[in-house]
């Protein structure tokens, strides 16, 4: 027996898919390729840190430098314990950028895969899971990141990008479904119902391309809402810690500093400024992409 | 006109909003923080963290609402810091140093107009004393003979209510008997736990902890409102030697200090205790004659777990002792803020000796290194330094670590556990390096510092002694002090228990603390008792005493 | 939808009971002793510990302490904290600041995020667009508590626009800190909003009402805007929940004495009865939003239906 003949139909109508059609686009968007920059400048400074930080060691610290200002032999000064702040800026992006990304992935899976069901299929489904996110949505993120740091009785880029998205996930969550729900009276999706499509298919096929454009300006801005998130964190007395180096833990030290010091403020938040850029070029450009009426 | 589904749908969106401003409006009350009155001002101030009732507060905040209220029985001359009875006591004698005398001021009376009597202490006393109150400050009676009937056995009653070793001869004499000689009794009796209470007290403990009754210079107008404040206002009838110049007080809480600094500078609050780290440095030239910073009489030190058999070898404690340089710590971390500690007790206590701690707290990191080789220290295993989380101590244990690489050693931070963890742990022996050990002044005498720390009776669960170091010539030496003939004697006898520690270095005295006081134009007068808190009955209010 | 809604808020008991459990349990679950907390550096004597102790329950297996705090609910008893003060009064006097800080929030957030937007789509890659975007950018770059504190210093005191700190002011205090609560989400909607209505300006009905001569702003209005608002809508709903339920950081810079305080406080504490009191009330909160922001999307869009 051959496939549906429904099936058939799709494949060939499918052939120019949406996501190659995307690439396509991208390719010679000047801000997309900006954004990709960043991104890939910025993973390269996670990745090769020594050759960015031209050899100078974030751990070689005097005391008796506390502080000093940004000059000619140490480009952006002294942090509070008399370490170089530039070779501390820099390796910081490994562990600041790590987790702003493993969290918005961590968010964007967690958040589709259950605002997608609870959205398409609606009824029960709709009913246990929405229910779910909102006791998610009760919990503070206090008292859950601190139940779930003190259990895992270590703090890592990890476990901290863990309790993040464990309890971070439902705006994601609300924002697909949401979208989802509104699209599923749609007439393609019907359509595709009619000819007989599975629903998985419909999903991925249909729905989700045209559903994702909020979650995914959502993300895009939730990177560096999420580096920052690692900042509070600390600030609670919850993050990250020492001997560690992220920019959360320099901007922390910092803010206490601001009036004396504030070039301990300035760097890390620019390289967090431009890394957020970065990454809200690129998923607008992404969305632009991925939206079907630019056609 | 539009149609009918659109008139449906705008109803239905107006409706939504409409219930949801009803229903903020409803749950919108009706508190605000107290303003100042003319003729008052405003006092920076933390949260309480319990009742405001003398014998329960042992924490700062709340201490100092009880010290406005209430005027403790002895008093210390600011400078030499010896006793004076310019409180409600007017004596304190004992011909053994075991049986007490105290003498009490007659004609005081409560915030009521009830009398004090000594009845009002010998009750008030018992009832703290008593352990199923739960009161904080039962503690402090436990030298009292009798004190341990008053202690319920596990879930059980306890066997009395009333010390055997306390009673009122007649109504203005206190009659203590200890159950060991103390020879600096009178000393301890400045703390507020040692408060009278007011019958009323008795009747309603609850509301009394709200809207505290004492006997001192200022009265409760208002409740304790959580997160807002309370406001004090001069007691007229005070029978103490100083009277309030000023028609009041407004405490004011705040949770942050930048916050608190920033409403100093702009006139809307009077008097702030305790600066934010960015204002250390510049405060004194903001404020000029409107700053004041003095020592604190307090002690952070480095604390060593005994029990752990990589610490137990007095030259490791010794090398990590003097490979930290106090000095750059104070200079960089605090800016100046601190003072480096050269003893197990700061300078404003008697019976402190400059530089009691001699060689093993200055910076010599060669012979430190050198120390650590001959004793055979795992240099392969990295240091743990624990402290607890979100109070502002990573920056100088950070320090500390670094100084620690620096003569050859790893370090690892383990400050990640919030104040109740980090007790429990170290109360129950869990330390598996070095920790942050701090102790401030009850009463101003070295035994404050020696006793509740280091003494084999300040053993966790009974005391603070979380090093847990156990030396008999060391607790030798302070019984020989308490059973001294008088002050001076017990003092001599204290300082050679210090010289032991000193010897054994249970822990690593770092710092001393540095108390900064900014207040702004409306108030003059400002200065500290000894336990540097702002004698607030002294603060006048736009140049005119009341 | 009256069905829809009724068998929404009935659900809403039985996640309240679950919610509660896991609450008492994660508080349960944090280490360390809170009695012995109550008296920090200092001794407590071990019987006053017994006695503390004794008193609320906390030598009892959790099953047992769980199923004492719900039969003191079903008294309506909520419990106390450590003081002897009932939560219910806790919350009394911390909900209604909240309340007004989460107005303001949310008001400036829909306010000025929304117009932002819609003006940003209308002069796409504009000096005005990408003005928006740099300030999303360094919104969302600087944490809520340096933003805060900056906010407080340049703003309340250098310039004297706003108290600096306390709600003595009445409405007014909530100004500053609101804008500050408010600067984070006020990105996202911004970007939520531009996006979406850039999303409706290609669409067919948009192109056929501007064949039909519809004037430019009636097409923004009425066309665009209204399609363009259900993630709108999802955000801020999703917002205001997390707004009444967690500002810690700005109820503590600018001294409002909200829940968000007591809850850090409460959980640092380990204080059960509290942090279960208040974030139960915070569960409800989301659920009832989450409806009305339900509810609202078949407003927005009549083709969303739910029975």
């Known amino acids: ?66 502080r000093r200002p940004p000059s000619a032999e140490h480009w952006f000064g002294m942090d509070l314990q008399g370490c170089d702040y530039y070779a501390n800026v820099i390796y910081g992006a490994r562990t600041s950028v790590a987790i702003g990304v493993l969290t918005v992935i961590g968010v964007l899976v967690i958040g589709v895969l259950v605002g997608s069901l609870a959205g398409y299929f609606g009824g029960w489904a709709d009913t246990v899971l929405a229910r779910i996110t909102d006791v998610f949505f009760g919990i503070p993120l206090f008292l859950g990141a601190l139940v779930l740091l003190t259990v895992s009785a270590q703090r890592s880029v990890w476990t901290v990008s863990l309790a993040l998205v464990v309890f971070g996930w439902m705006t994601a969550m609300r924002l697909v479904r949401s979208s989802v729900v509104s699209i599923r009276g749609a007439d393609y999706v019907l359509a595709a119902q009619a000819l007989g499509a599975s629903s998985g298919r419909i999903l991925v096929r249909h729905i989700l391309p045209n559903a994702l454009a909020p979650v995914l300006i959502y993300a895009t801005i939730a990177v560096g809402t999420f580096i920052s998130a690692e900042a509070a964190l600390t600030y609670l007395g919850i993050g990250l810690q020492a001997p560690e180096i992220s920019w959360g833990l320099q901007i922390n030290v910092a803010q206490s500093l601001i009036g004396s010091s504030p070039h301990l403020l300035f760097f890390p938040a620019l390289f967090l400024s431009v890394t957020v850029l970065g990454f809200i070029l690129l998923g607008d450009a992404l969305r632009d992409a991925l939206d079907p009426k630019r056609r | 006109m539009p149609g009918p589904t659109t008139l449906r749908r705008r109803t239905s969106l107006a409706s939504v909003f409409g219930i949801l401003i009803l229903v903020a409006a409803t749950l919108s009350g009706c508190t605000s923080a107290p303003q100042t009155p003319p003729g008052m001002f405003s006092f920076y101030l933390g949260e309480p963290q319990r009742p405001l009732v003398p014998g329960n507060t042992t924490e700062s905040e709340g201490s100092k609402i009880i010290s406005a209220v209430w005027t403790p029985l002895v008093t210390f001359d600011v400078k030499s810091r010896a006793v004076t009875y310019d409180g409600a006591a007017q004596s304190v004698t004992s011909a053994d140093n075991v049986r007490w005398t105290i003498k009490l001021k007659p004609g005081w009376t409560f915030h009521d107009g009830t009398p004090v009597t000594a009845e009002s202490y010998v009750k008030a006393w018992n009832y703290t004393a008593l352990s199923t109150n739960a009161q904080g400050g039962s503690y402090f009676f436990s030298n009292i003979a009798g004190y341990d009937a008053l202690q319920a056995e596990d879930g059980g009653k306890p066997a009395a209510t009333r010390m055997s070793g306390l009673h009122a001869a007649d109504p203005t004499t206190i009659e203590v008997t200890l159950s060991a000689p103390f020879a600096i009794y009178p000393v301890t009796l400045g703390y507020s736990a040692f408060d009278p209470l007011p019958e009323f007290f008795y009747t309603d403990p609850v509301a009394f902890g709200k809207k505290p009754v004492g006997q001192g210079p200022f009265q409760s107008a208002t409740e304790w409102v959580p997160g807002h404040g309370m ?36 006139g809307n609050l009077d008097i702030l205790k305790n600066l934010p780290p960015d204002a250390y440095a510049s405060a004194k030239d903001v ?26 070898d007095v030259r490791v404690r010794r090398a990590l002792s003097m490979a930290i340089d106090r000095e750059a710590i104070v200079d960089a971390i605090f800016l100046g803020t601190r003072v480096a500690a050269d003893s197990f007790a700061p300078p404003t206590v008697v019976g402190y000796r400059e530089n009691a701690c001699g060689q093993w707290c200055e910076y010599r990191p060669d012979e430190a290194k050198r120390l650590l080789a001959e004793a055979n220290f795992d240099t392969s295993q990295p240091v743990e330094i624990w402290f607890n989380a979100g109070a502002g101590h990573d920056g100088w244990m950070t320090a500390v670590g670094n100084m620690f690489r620096k003569i050859g050693l790893t370090y690892r931070l383990r400050g990640n556990l919030q104040f109740n963890e980090f007790l429990s742990k170290r109360d129950a022996k869990e330390m598996t390096g070095p920790f942050r050990l701090a102790w401030i002044m009850d009463y101003p005498s070295i035994e404050n510092f020696l006793a509740t720390q280091y003494a084999t009776a300040a053993l966790p669960p009974a005391g603070s002694n979380t090093t847990f170091y156990s030396n008999p010539a060391f607790d030798a030496a302070l019984a020989a002090g308490n059973r001294a003939r008088d002050i001076a004697d017990a003092n001599k006898a204290y300082q050679r228990a210090e010289d032991i520690l000193v ?14 006081t900014v207040w702004g134009k409306r108030v003059s007068n400002v200065h500290y008792d000894i336990r540097n808190d702002v004698v607030l009955e002294d603060v006048i209010v736009d140049g005119q005493a009341v | 939808m009256t ?34 907390a109550l008296a920090g550096d200092r001794p407590l004597s071990p019987a006053v510990q017994a006695q503390i102790r004794a008193e609320f329950n906390l030598d009892d297996p959790f099953p047992v302490q769980y199923a004492k705090y719900i039969w003191g609910l079903l008294h309506g008893d909520f419990g106390q904290d450590f003081s002897g003060r009932p939560v219910l009064e806790i919350i009394g006097q911390r909900l209604p600041v909240t309340v007004k800080l989460t107005i303001v929030a949310v008001f400036f957030e829909a306010l000025f995020g929304i117009a932002a937007g819609i003006l940003a789509s209308l002069r796409r890659n504009s000096f005005f667009d990408n003005l928006v975007l740099i ?53 996202y909607v911004a970007r939520l909003t531009r996006t ?44 205001i929940g997390s707004l009444l339920g967690g500002a810690i950081v700005t109820e503590s810079v600018f001294n409002l004495p909200g829940l968000g305080r007591a809850i850090f406080d409460a959980v640092r504490s380990q ?24 509810v609202l999307y078949a407003v927005i869009d009549p083709r969303i239906r739910y029975d």
């Open chain 1, 1 to 66: 027996m051959t496939e549906p003949a429904g099936v058939e139909a799709e494949e060939l109508v499918g052939q120019s898919s949406v996501w190659a059609d995307a690439w396509k686009y991208l390719r010679t968007n000047p801000l997309f390729l900006i954004g990709l920059t960043v991104m890939v400048v910025m993973v390269a400074m996670a990745l090769f840190p020594s050759v960015f930080a031209l050899g100078a060691d974030p751990t070689d610290c005097d005391l008796s430098m506390s």
């Open chain 2, 231 to 266: 406001t004090l206002t001069r007691y007229d009838d005070y029978a103490g030697k100083d009277k309030a110049k000023s028609r009041g007080v407004v405490m004011r809480m705040y949770t942050e200090l930048s916050t608190g600094y920033t409403d100093v500078l702009a």
């Open chain 2, 287 to 312: 404020f000029k004659d409107r700053y004041l910073g003095q020592p604190s009489p307090d002690i952070t030190t480095l604390g060593f777990p005994m029990y752990d058999p990589r610490y137990s």
């Open chain 2, 503 to 516: 010897n054994d270095l249970p822990g690593a005295p770092i710092f001393y603390g540095m108390d900064q």
């Open chain 3, 3 to 36: 069905r829809f809604v009724l068998r929404r808020l009935l659900l809403t008991i039985p996640v309240l009971i679950g919610a509660s459990l896991l609450i008492y349990a994660m508080v349960y679950a944090l280490p360390g002793d809170p009695v012995r």
């Open chain 3, 135 to 187: 300030s999303t950018t360094l919104l969302v770059s600087i944490p809520v508590f340096v933003l805060g504190f900056l906010a407080q210093f340049v703003f309340g005191f250098k310039l004297g626009w706003f108290p600096i700190a306390g709600v003595a002011d009445g409405w007014v205090s909530y100004l500053l800190p609101g804008l500050v609560l408010a600067s984070l989400s006020m990105a």
């Open chain 3, 196 to 239: 979406a209505m850039l999303e409706a300006f290609s669409a067919d009905y948009i192109r056929t009402a501007r064949a039909k001569g519809v004037g430019r702003s009636r097409i923004v209005m009425r066309h665009a805007f209204r399609n363009s608002l259900i993630p709108v809508v999802t955000f801020i709903g999703a917002d």
């Open chain 3, 271 to 294: 204080q059960g009865p509290v942090v279960v009191g208040i974030v139960t009330l915070m569960v409800f909160f989301y659920i009832f939003f989450n409806l009305v922001v339900d």
